[in-house]
């Protein structure tokens, strides 16, 4: 239960910023079905005749007790709308468009572009296609830039191809993310990719520290020294300007202390957290703890759709379940412009 009713209209009217959006987690299911209709796509249905986006919806979105690893299967289903440049095109134009009604000015989307050629399209032509989404976006009023996610069970060669990639569109693609299985791959088997983001000037956030708490007590304490260990690599060895979620730093003072002393800023999505769960509860999240400690915390959607939120709805859920409030939000929004990777 939350701790306060907070109402939704205040947290709409602040001028936002959105640091942490994936494009193929964002996606309008109603867009999904036209998609699927028009290049005959099959998705998941519950066997009625015709795909309706709310079923459809029903079906992908996460739920509280998936973990990240159930949570990723989802994009599976997403991915295959996004295959053609039109459905690329159209689905970041509307990203923008559903961003910019929330009243969010400033954005920076993510995706990794290699997930996107398995029809045969051209790599530079999925740049192409989101970049003319982002352009035809700024008639509803929102400035985005790209942010490249390297994935985490990808060769390190796949994930340099990236940032090179990356770097033919500098200025309009800014970052390079590490996203995925943290289970399995934690970030410093992607060492060389930081590495070769770094030396062309990109700048860097990472996922780290989101893995699901267990009631394993044994197996529970692995993770946790796992993704408190991430968070060390992400910030003494792969030059992270910021990180997504950072959730494990909550059992680790040190690490904390280490992050703020560094000025990183740490994005923080409550929904996503508890649906992966990184947390169990929203009382137990961490972001006001973070924010008191003096990290520079900012809110974030993670998946618009398949998390089933939006930005002020994330601000005012954080509201709800601690002490923070209204005025700390406007704080995190200017911490979050702050932070925006600019040239
Ligand atoms: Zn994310």
Redesign the pocket.
Known sequence: MPKKQVSLKPFRNIRKCEL?A?ID?SIRPQTMVDIAKKEDIRLPTDDSLELDPDTLHGLIKFRIGMDLKTCLESFKVTLKVMQSYESIRRITMELCEDLAKDNVTDAEL?YCPTLHIQNGLKLDDVVKATLEGIEEGKKFGIDARLIFCAIRDFPVAENMKLVRLAGKYQGRVVGI?L?GNEYDHPPEEHKKVFDLANDMKLYITA?GGEMKKLFNKTKQKAIIEQGIKNMYTLMRECHVDRV??GVSMMYDKNCMREFKDRGLTL?V?FT?NRQTGAITRYEQHPVERFFRFGIKTVM?S??LMLCDTDLSKEMRKACEHSDLSINDMEKMTKYAHDARFIY
Do not use: L, V
């Open positions: 942490h994936h987690g993510r993310d996203a996922h997504g979620h994005e999505s996503s974030c993670d998946d």
